[in-house]
């Protein structure tokens, strides 16, 4: 993606919630080279941040209600996340968490989309994101797959005030024309259980190396290494949990 840091309306930061963040732990670290460091204050609830060097990247995380899904999650910095939740609810879509305090790092909530894919809020004090963006092993891209692709479109221009460009097929999102991501329509193909999502994708330096090394590391291999026609060669794979991600060659952004 074009964005190098965490702006206002983009994309901040991504967590996966997960049923044994352990095995997690070491599913990433091994595919991707992280350093998970697991905050020890019990109110924290066993969130860890995974580093690369002195970057914080990601995080990983319990399953804190019985609910909740397995799958990666991607969050969107505001400036003001209780605005921000009445301008999502003004826009069609529903909030199941309210704005809440985290520590003195930052404010957060999550909300969905009119599709029903889920996303979250950040309002940064003194934790402002990820530290590294399109770098191997880091986040690069984050895309929504949807079956309402025009309310989609309605909801977060609205919301976010993101920028919209067509590249033959795909719709990308920026930030004044800084494309960050882009949007699939979700067609007879997926099976119908399979709910609209926003889906990262880390950068790699060999794609078909991290999709083995995944399936060696009981992961799947959804979508096998392909070309897209920009040029950027891209997977989609799952681990051992169920999470799906993507994952594309560094420096190839789009």
């Known amino acids: 993606m ?7 309306g983009g994309p901040c930061w991504t967590e996966l919630g997960t049923s044994d963040p352990e095995a997690a732990k070491r599913f990433y670290t091994e595919l991707f080279g992280w350093r998970p460091e697991t905050d ?20 990983l995380t319990p399953l804190y209600q019985e609910s909740q899904p397995v799958a990666w999650n991607v969050s969107f910095a505001v400036n003001d996340a209780d605005v ?8 069609g879509g529903a909030v199941v968490l309210e704005p809440r305090d985290v520590f003195d790092i930052g404010r957060f ?36 797959l949807t079956r309402v692709p025009e ?5 977060y221009t609205t919301v976010f ?17 800084a494309d960050f991501g882009g949007m699939i329509t979700m067609d007879d193909k997926f099976p119908h ?30 979508m096998e290494p392909t070309s897209v026609p920009d040029g950027r060669r891209i997977a989609v794979l799952r681990d051992a949990q169920g999470a799906m991600f993507g994952v594309y060659a560094a420096g190839a952004e789009g």
């Open 161 to 177: 005030g993101w920028s919209v460009t067509a590249a033959g097929q795909y719709t990308q999102w920026g930030i004044d024309g």
């Open 40 to 59: 020890p204050r019990q109110e924290a609830g066993g969130y860890s941040v995974a580093h690369l060097g002195d970057a914080a990247v990601a995080a």
């Open 2 to 8: 074009k964005l190098e840091e965490p702006v206002t």
């Open 109 to 144: 909530a999550v909300a969905f989309d009119p599709g029903g894919a889920a996303f979250q809020l950040w309002q940064a004090r003194s934790f402002p994101g990820a530290g590294l963006f399109n770098a191997p092993g880091t986040l690069g891209w984050v895309e929504l």
């Open 84 to 91: 921000a939740v009445r301008a999502v609810r003004a826009a």
């Open 151 to 155: 309310r989609a479109k309605a909801f």
């Open 193 to 222: 259980e399979v709910p609209s999502h926003w889906l990262p994708y880390f950068a790699v330096e060999d794609v078909e190396d991290t999709a083995r090394i995944a399936t060696e590391a009981s992961g799947t291999v959804l």
